[in-house]
């Protein structure tokens, strides 16, 4: 597609070419993916944070925030229940947390390894030397998340403190992608300053690093922070968003966000109408679950992890879809 004809569809408010939009990216989906959508176990086992992101409800300064972190017994027990409940692909997330340093990390990757040779771990812990992203990888982790959030220069300095840079996460995202992992890259719809033009540059962006992963979701107001007073970002751009990146990544997998699910009672079943194929419910114990608030009035933060797994199928099922527990790895 063009320049124009992405920048059209970026920006159309007309609802028929929307839909249209979202037959072909179910189309292409299809084609490789079929009706199946894949289950990703999320563990979000730290909430501290070194870094100050001006969107993020944890960032560092955030003084508002209950930290937790759990322990690598609990992460094991998430996983255990997970293993349980069927997953067969664990997402470590957290905030940047120098608790957790390289060793730490290697340990829980080590375990969860050890204990479930075939499932994939994923990480999803920001953004780290070459040195111990290989070691990570040599200790059993498969993938990796990290969003690049805005493509451009400016809008990113314009989200973030000084010192941190989109040059840098780039070069993580290259980096993680030459050591082996399955990347993931990503943005939010919707935040402060961005426009059509930072959109394209996202989706220009994802050609160049054909990301295996690639998650898409509204910005969200978080309290507390300096974006705390914007608009969210739209549903129907967001949609549009991750109908784009389908179609450009026909290959990729694609969650329908927990951020979309919390913007629109339907969201995450709309994102999939509009090309995703992978859902990512809760695994965290409950206890922590609201302290995870990256954004306000974020959702599952009271449902326990057993009841996420079967919400989210029936919500898949209703809408024609088949939930599909298998490790799903990109289509090759
Ligand atoms: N520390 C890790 C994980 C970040 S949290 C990392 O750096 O990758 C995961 C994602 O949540 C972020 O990449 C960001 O895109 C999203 N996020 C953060 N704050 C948000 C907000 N206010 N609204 C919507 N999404 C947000």
Avoid: W
């Avoid at 179910?26 to 199946?36: I, L, M, S, T």
């Avoid at 322990?71 to 293993?83: D, F, K, Y």
């Amino acid at each position: 597609m063009t320049d124009t004809e992405l920048l059209h569809y970026i920006t159309t408010r007309d609802p028929d070419e929307a839909e249209a939009l979202f037959a072909e990216a179910r189309k292409v989906r299809e084609r490789y993916y079929g009706n199946a959508v894949y289950f990703r176990g999320l563990i979000e086992f730290t909430n501290y944070c070194k870094n100050d992101c001006f969107y993020c409800g944890i960032r560092a300064s955030n003084k508002n925030v209950g930290r937790y972190r759990l322990s690598v017994e609990q992460i094991l027990q998430c996983c255990t229940l997970g293993n349980i409940l069927g997953y067969k692909t664990f997402v470590l997330q957290g905030g940047e947390d120098p608790f957790f340093t390289d060793e730490r990390i290697v340990e829980i990757v080590t375990a969860i390894r050890r204990e479930y040779p075939n499932h994939a771990i994923t990480l999803s812990i920001g953004e780290k030397e070459r040195k111990s992203y290989e070691m990570f990888f040599e200790a059993g982790a498969n993938r990796y998340l990290l969003r690049h959030e805005t493509a451009d220069n400016a809008h990113y300095a314009a989200m973030h403190p000084a010192s941190m840079s989109l040059a840098h996460r780039k070069q993580c995202l290259f980096t993680l992608k030459e050591i082996g992992y399955q990347v993931g890259a990503g943005f939010m719809v919707g935040t402060p300053f961005q426009t059509p033009e930072t959109l394209l540059e996202d989706l220009r962006f994802l050609e160049e690093l054909k990301p295996a992963m690639v998650g898409i979701g509204p910005f969200i107001p978080a309290a507390g922070t300096p974006f705390g007073e914007e608009a969210q970002g739209s549903l129907e751009q967001t949609l549009r968003m991750v109908a784009l990146s389908r179609i450009l990544l026909p290959k990729a997998l694609i969650p329908a966000t927990t951020a979309l699910g919390t913007i629109s009672s339907q969201g995450r079943e709309r994102g999939l109408m509009a090309g995703a194929n992978v859902v990512m419910p809760n695994l965290s114990p409950k206890a922590v679950r609201k302290h995870y608030s990256l954004y306000d009035n974020k959702i599952c933060t009271g449902d326990e992890a057993a009841e996420c797994r079967l919400c989210m199928e029936g919500r898949i099922r209703s809408f024609g879809f088949i939930p599909d527990m298998r490790r799903g790895d990109a289509a090759v």
